[in-house]
């Protein structure tokens, strides 16, 4: 919407204004006007009208602003039924005034101007399209807007925009998109069959079709492709944890295990799992379970090994609390200190402890002579 004072050109008559009632409709969808509509003021609503009232509300603007300005600079009628919510003070200028009077501003001006109405009128068709249409005639205005003569002959359908991004424009998925190109050929045979068949028209559409759909087609083939491919590389994660986890627990058991590269190689494990690429629902509630099952699998000697550490941990504990209560041996003190350490370079993780009696006992050694 664009104030009434960026447009000094326009100069309204008198008494120009009208004065209308709240719940007056001040503009239908796909009527094409030959007046532009200011709001002075009021406030209007605007969206999808049925029935007499509003049945899907997109936006409200509150006087003074353009009403179908943007519409009109894209010479096309407006894409928005617009209500009076409250009683409002409106003027109309002849379009062809309005444009005259836009060319005379600068150039970039002219610009911008036209940049922000074909955003605005773009937005403002997807959102009444989603709203007011279904799956079908979303799909089939889509065809119609992208269907350009080719130089063999009928239309062809060329795509600038990643097969998802269009099924995001119109609501659906991909697959539903497909669905409903085929429903459309079927309805048109339908329709042929009961009347004059028009063969040309037919294979226009058609071949419209097929170009939509070989699009869509191969965006879901390669889908399928990559969910295959990555099902096998979760599969392989799989089965390489499980060998790892076996190795761990031969290395555990002869006592040559590195309990520090097991916690790093476990974490990398994760992040590859997290960071896997994607599969279907179905097959990521397939893998999920057998995962949780075999990491949980394959961290058991480090939990037991953690758990050993724990609890010779706590021995030391028990015996720096001796020497705390005790006669103070200095020796028998940083023999502690020493086994703590290696313990804690052991064994990365785990529950920490805090050791208070160990600390008194160093206290005590830091201003007692032995």
Request: a positive charge.
């Amino acid at each position: 919407m664009f104030a009434l004072s960026s447009l000094q050109a326009f100069a309204f008559a008198p008494g120009s204004a009208q004065v209308l009632a709240a719940g007056t409709w001040l503009r239908l969808r796909r009527q094409s006007p030959d007046t532009v509509m200011y709001l002075e003021r009021g406030r209007v609503l605007l969206g999808i009208g049925q029935g007499g009232q509003m049945r899907h509300q997109l936006g409200v603007v509150e006087g003074p602003a353009w009403l179908d300005a943007a519409f009109v600079l894209r010479r096309r009628g407006s894409s928005l039924d617009m209500l009076a919510d409250s009683d409002v003070r409106v003027q109309q200028l002849p379009q062809t005034d309005f444009l005259q009077a836009v060319s005379q501003l600068p150039s970039p001006a002219q610009q911008l101007l036209q940049d922000m109405a074909q955003a605005y009128c773009a937005q403002t068709e997807l959102a009444v399209s989603r709203l007011s249409k279904d799956a079908e005639a979303r799909c089939a205005q889509w065809l119609l807007r992208h269907a350009m003569p080719h130089e063999a002959g009928g239309l062809r359908v060329t795509l600038h925009l990643r097969k998802r991004l269009i099924a995001a424009q119109l609501g659906i998925a991909p697959e539903t998109f497909s669905r409903v190109l085929r429903q459309l050929r079927e309805q048109w045979k339908e329709m042929d069959q009961g009347g004059m068949p028009n063969h040309a028209l037919w294979r226009r559409f058609d071949q419209a079709c097929n170009e939509a759909y070989r699009i869509v087609q191969a965006w879901l083939t390669g889908m399928k492709q990559h969910a295959a491919e990555q099902k096998t590389l979760r599969l392989s994660l799989l089965a390489e944890v499980k060998e790892w986890g076996e190795r761990l627990s031969s290395l555990a058991q002869e006592g040559a295990a590195d309990w520090k590269a097991a916690q790093r190689e476990l974490g990398e494990f994760s992040r590859r799992w997290r960071e896997a690429g994607h599969v279907s629902e179905k097959i990521f509630a397939e893998l999920q379970p057998q995962w949780k099952a075999v990491l949980q699998e394959a961290s058991k000697p480090l939990e037991q090994a953690q758990q050993s550490s724990i609890a010779a941990r706590q021995q030391m504990i028990a015996e720096a609390a001796a020497q705390a209560s005790g006669p103070l041996r200095i020796d028998a003190v940083k023999e502690l200190q020493q086994r703590w350490q290696q313990e804690s370079q052991r064994v990365v993780r785990g529950p920490i402890l805090i050791v208070s009696a160990i600390i008194v006992v160093i206290r005590r050694s830091q201003y007692e002579p032995a």
